[in-house]
């Protein structure tokens, strides 16, 4: 059966085959521990569904929502950043409500994007940042995930080298997957280039709350004149383990916002009224369960980083996300991440996300989710830790297994 032209673009889904086979772990009775998914385990706060509760047993709040959110939902957003970024916005005309960022960024690559444009987008980085716009009909220039010189250099390059002129630039720190994270002097030098070539910068910002050191992450758009070209993407997802409530948010140039409201507009009512409640409750309520939930997510990865080293797999501890971005063991690297993805899901009963599927520059590479608690988190490490005691002699006839150091 042949695919239709924009499904064509898309290629096969990776993480579907090691979901495939996680089921069927399950299904023949496996405990599978499944890290693989960016999936929030953690409750939603209390005072966040209570609002919901109360909001939902009011008929009125059942209809149609707005599509651009609820003004008291846009104003405790723009609140948000005023505390937390020092940034101040309109929230009419800087503030739209989104059905989650991914939704965000699809939609805003169907607002701004004419078949052909040149979008720059980090690889790895998180799918929607390519697919969305591939979908749209734009050419992906892969950049450098980490923010360093190379990165720069890979910008002057593909405004060099593009036709035509790249439309956008796509950033995420702390960074989904590779949980990099970006300092304010990195925002400016972007802002002063995007500035100078007269290219957007679209910026998601959904891990800025989950964070290790004492430095919260800042945003793009404290850079003085980044809102000239700027629209950053929140979540309340992670922040408050909402994942499935489906509540995001795009800030900042009103071009940028109006195109993107405007799209929705033909696309969708807005979230659920008592949702949208609820997310305003939870934007404008204490920080106390935010921190809380940062702790956690710390402790979580002190374990993995702890628990995985003494299993003779060792990996670098990320400053912020709920991701750790581990480098596959050196004897089991020549078989790429998915095939290690597989081998880890069928010997040690553990689900990984591969790094291929957030782009081939990750393939050496694969994503731990600190989506369990840590009793499971440190089962998984003796698991793996049997797995490696034994791949020698087990798999030497199943899988070329490199040279032991």
């Keep these: 059966m042949e ?83 020092g940034v101040k916005l309109n929230p009419d005309t800087q503030v739209v409500a989104t059905l989650g960022s991914k939704e965000g960024f699809a939609n805003m690559a169907q607002a701004i994007t004419a078949p052909g444009d040149v979008v720059l987008s980090p690889n790895p980085s998180y799918p929607i940042h390519t697919f969305g716009f591939l979908m749209a009909g734009a050419a992906i220039r892969s950049i450098p995930a980490e923010p360093g010189p190379e990165f720069f250099h890979a910008l002057e390059r593909a405004v060099i080298h593009s036709v035509p002129k790249p439309l956008a630039i796509i950033l995420c720190y702390p960074a989904n997957p590779t949980a990099y994270c970006a300092d304010l002097d990195f925002y400016k030098d972007v802002v002063a280039f995007a500035r100078k070539h007269e290219i957007f910068i679209l910026s998601d910002l959904a891990y800025s709350e989950i964070y290790f050191g004492d430095t919260p992450p800042p945003s793009v758009l404290q850079v003085p004149g980044a809102i000239d070209v700027t629209a950053e993407f929140t979540s309340l997802s992670k922040t408050f383990s909402m994942p499935g409530w489906r509540m995001g948010f795009a800030v900042g140039n009103e071009r940028l916002i109006a195109a993107l409201t405007r799209v929705k507009s033909y696309l969708d009512y807005g979230a659920f009224t008592p949702i949208q409640v609820a997310a305003t409750a939870a934007l404008n309520g204490s920080d106390e369960c935010v921190a809380e939930t940062r702790a956690i997510y710390k402790k979580r990865r002190d374990v993995v980083i702890e628990s995985f080293a003494r299993a003779g797999w060792s990996m670098p501890a990320p400053e912020a996300s709920m991701f750790i971005w581990a480098p596959i063991p050196e004897k089991f690297k020549a078989l790429g991440s998915l095939e290690f993805s597989k081998l880890l899901l069928e010997k040690a009963e553990v689900a990984v996300a591969p790094g291929i599927g957030f782009g081939e520059y990750g393939d050496d590479f694969v994503r731990i989710g600190l989506v369990e608690n840590e009793q499971r988190l440190r089962q998984a490490a003796r698991n793996v830790r049997r797995f490696l005691e034994t791949a020698e002699t087990t798999l030497h006839n199943q899988v070329p297994l490199g040279a032991s150091r």
């Design 3 to 85: 695919e239709f032209h924009k499904t064509k673009r898309l290629p096969p889904y990776v993480f579907e085959q090691v979901n495939r086979l996680k089921a069927k772990a399950r299904a023949a009775g496996a405990d599978i521990i499944d890290l693989g998914m960016g999936n929030p385990d953690l409750p939603t706060p209390k005072h966040i569904v209570e609002k919901l509760t109360e909001v939902v047993q009011d008929p009125r709040s059942h209809r149609y929502s707005a599509s651009k959110g609820i003004n008291g939902l846009r104003k405790a957003q723009a609140g948000y950043y005023a505390r937390r970024f």
